[in-house]
């Protein structure tokens, strides 16, 4: 079984640096098959949402992994990351729905709970009820982390505005900021005032939806470093993020890629690679997935 390196969160905690992303993966048998896959090739972080409508699957998966003695694996074992929906923002709304989650996925606790997105359901993007509900979502995670309930909270799509803000009244300075992060977005800025404050960068979307390795969007630069390293253009994305410091979350419904993607700890990148993908960015950036940028 491949070894999965570790991040320690700014409270101490450990996080595998690759994990499952299980975005549109709702076909309870697909979630069963994927996340049963990821876990006998090694994986232990599984990132889900409220909003993706796989949580109660996933537990269901993982429960009945645990509780097979002969596979000897504890709830300790793994790293379980859900996330609150834009329609459940405010004190209230966002502790039910974590109750409710955590209730879904049939655990005592979760490791990671994230704000999805600053913004609320329905809100016109200028009106400051944005950054109240978002300001009482997070007390409302302070609470649920000082009680035990979470092991480690943070947020999700956050800009460098909307993190300053956060830091600004937070009592708990949030472990994980996961936000859209690959070659052709790269945001400089705002990882840099993520390392300021210890926070760990999570990153989604390594593989631009896709886009980047389905032929979609052809980038000259990464097919010529891949066949330099002699391994795939979603290698080379995702080990581009590990070696930043980001934790990489790749979705994949197929087996063979789900193993593919831990063989990014067997090569490494030089500077030159590094630096080469790094400033795709400024020639052409490009984002695929929702701009949280006009949220007030």
């Known amino acids: 079984m491949n070894s999965i390196p570790k991040f320690v969160l700014n409270n101490g905690i450990t996080i595998p640096a690759l994990g499952l992303g299980t975005y549109r993966i709702i076909d309870p048998e697909t979630v069963e098959f994927v996340v049963k896959n990821a876990i006998s090739s090694g994986y232990r972080l599984i990132d889900s949402a409220i909003?993706?409508?796989n949580e109660e699957t996933i537990g269901n998966v993982v429960n009945e992994l645990i509780?097979?003695?002969?596979?000897?694996?504890?709830?300790?074992?793994?790293?379980?990351?859900?996330?609150?929906?834009?329609?459940?923002?405010?004190?209230?709304?966002?502790?039910?729905?974590?109750?409710s989650s955590l209730q879904r996925f049939n655990m005592d606790y979760l490791d990671l709970f994230l704000i999805h997105w600053p913004g609320t359901q329905k809100l016109k993007p200028s009106d400051p009820k944005h950054a109240i509900n978002r300001k009482?979502?997070?007390?409302?995670?302070?609470?649920?982390?000082?009680?035990?309930?979470?092991r480690a909270i943070g947020v999700s799509n956050y800009t460098h505005r909307h993190l300053t803000e956060?830091?600004?009244?937070?009592?708990?300075?949030?472990?994980?900021?996961q936000v859209e992060l690959h070659p052709l977005y790269y945001q400089k800025e705002l990882i840099d005032l993520c390392k300021e404050h210890k926070i760990q960068v999570q990153a989604y979307s390594s593989l631009g939806e896709g886009k980047l390795v389905n032929g979609e969007i052809e980038i000259p630069v990464i097919k010529d470093i891949a066949k330099k390293n002699n391994v795939s253009v979603a290698q080379i994305l995702l080990r581009w993020g590990y070696q930043h410091g980001f934790i990489v979350i790749?979705?994949?419904?197929?087996?063979?890629?789900?193993?593919?993607?831990?063989?990014?700890?067997k090569f490494e990148l030089s500077n030159e690679d590094m630096e080469a993908l790094n400033s795709l960015g400024k020639s052409q950036t490009t984002k695929f997935c929702w701009d949280p940028t006009d949220i007030y």
Do not use: M
Request: hydrophobic fraction near 35%.
């Open 250 to 265: 790749p979705k994949s419904v197929k087996a063979e890629r789900i193993k593919e993607n831990l063989n990014i700890f």
């Open 166 to 177: 956060l830091l600004s009244y937070c009592t708990i300075i949030p472990a994980v900021l």
């Open 51 to 53: 909003g993706y409508r």
């Open 67 to 99: 509780k097979d003695t002969s596979l000897n694996l504890k709830r300790e074992d793994f790293f379980i990351t859900s996330k609150l929906p834009p329609k459940d923002q405010g004190y209230d709304n966002c502790r039910q729905a974590f109750l």
């Open 136 to 150: 009482a979502s997070y007390k409302a995670l302070e609470e649920l982390y000082t009680s035990g309930k979470i």
